[in-house]
């Protein structure tokens, strides 16, 4: 059993939920991946760990209703259980595997738009306490989207905070607002790590390499199954195939070839169009019967 035991709604579409797994709990690190099905007869959803406490044997994942899957999941309540939640799965972040004096010497840089905010937060929380000093820039288009604020402040040195319209924060988008902070603030940065939507980490990377700076993205919304047997994950890396759930799901983003990965996304949308629309719609028949209108 996979007890929801804490859900909290960041956003009209966006759950944060803690749920018992303590195999899970115990083996988690940075940059990994779990998978989750709601019921027996559910899809197959994976989701980068957004937290993990090895004492309380919980891990936490954030969910963003865009598909009936989602939205199912978005739907479940405390007490509910999950019908399977797989994980640890995919390479950790490269950053655990340095030596103590590499990380202390380290000033890392995290790029954080919308709902990738929740994994940074793991990564982010993991090298603070391991010495190295974190920066993070928290994007969203608006201030009423922006989730995560006073996690991602505990789990870094230096939170800022960058919002599209100006309504929160720095006025422009996450890769404006890290070249602000080198080229006007003389931030050094030795290392960043870009997560967020693909048009936000394409644009991110281009704004890296303009400032020089390592970046590493994180390629978890390609993926599908989660194992590398559907293949939908497929991405081109420094000019070979490399498949997302089982190669990364992290990689050096200077080598992506993100038009490719963007068009993957889109492959399945009409499908995923009428399967939201046929779970909304039953939701919609519920309620009505249940007000007595049907």
């Not at 709604?9 to 991946?33: N, S």
């Not at 090895?54 to 978005?74: D, L, P």
């Not at 000093?133 to 201030?143: E, F, H, Q, S, W």
């Amino acid at each position: 059993m996979y007890k929801i035991l804490k859900k909290e709604c960041l956003t009209p579409t966006i759950t944060k939920m803690v749920v018992e797994a303590p195999m899970l709990a115990a083996a988690a690190l940075p940059g990994q991946f779990l998978i989750v099905r709601a019921n027996e007869k559910g899809e197959r959803i994976p989701l980068t760990i957004s937290d993990y406490n090895a004492a309380a044997g919980t891990v936490t994942i954030v969910t963003q209703a865009v598909g009936a899957s989602t939205i199912t999941i978005n739907s479940m309540n405390e007490g509910d259980a999950f019908a399977d939640v797989v994980g640890p799965l995919g390479n950790p972040s490269e950053f655990v595997k340095w030596d103590e004096e590499k990380i202390r010497s380290s000033r890392f840089v995290f790029l954080a738009g919308g709902v990738g905010s929740a994994p940074v937060y793991p990564q982010a929380k993991w090298l603070k306490e391991h010495g190295a000093t974190v920066d993070v820039i928290l994007g969203a288009r608006t201030k009423d989207l922006l989730i995560y604020v006073d996690d991602l402040r505990s789990a870094c040195t230096n939170l800022h905070i960058a919002t599209d319209d100006g309504s929160f924060g720095f006025k422009g988008n996450i890769p404006a607002m890290l070249e602000h902070l080198v080229v006007n603030e003389g931030c050094q940065f030795t290392e960043c790590v870009a997560i967020g939507p693909m048009i936000m980490m394409k644009f991110s990377v281009l704004m890296a390499q303009k400032l020089n700076i390592p970046v590493t993205v994180s390629l978890n919304t390609l993926m599908v199954d989660g194992t590398g047997m559907c293949g939908a994950c497929r991405v081109t890396v420094d000019g070979k195939t490399r498949f997302a759930c089982v190669d990364g799901p992290e990689f050096d983003g200077t080598n992506v070839d993100f038009d490719e990965a963007m068009r993957r996304q889109k492959q399945y949308f009409e499908q995923e169009r009428q399967a939201k629309a046929a779970v909304e719609e039953s939701e919609a028949d519920c309620a009505c019967k249940q007000r007595g209108l049907k």
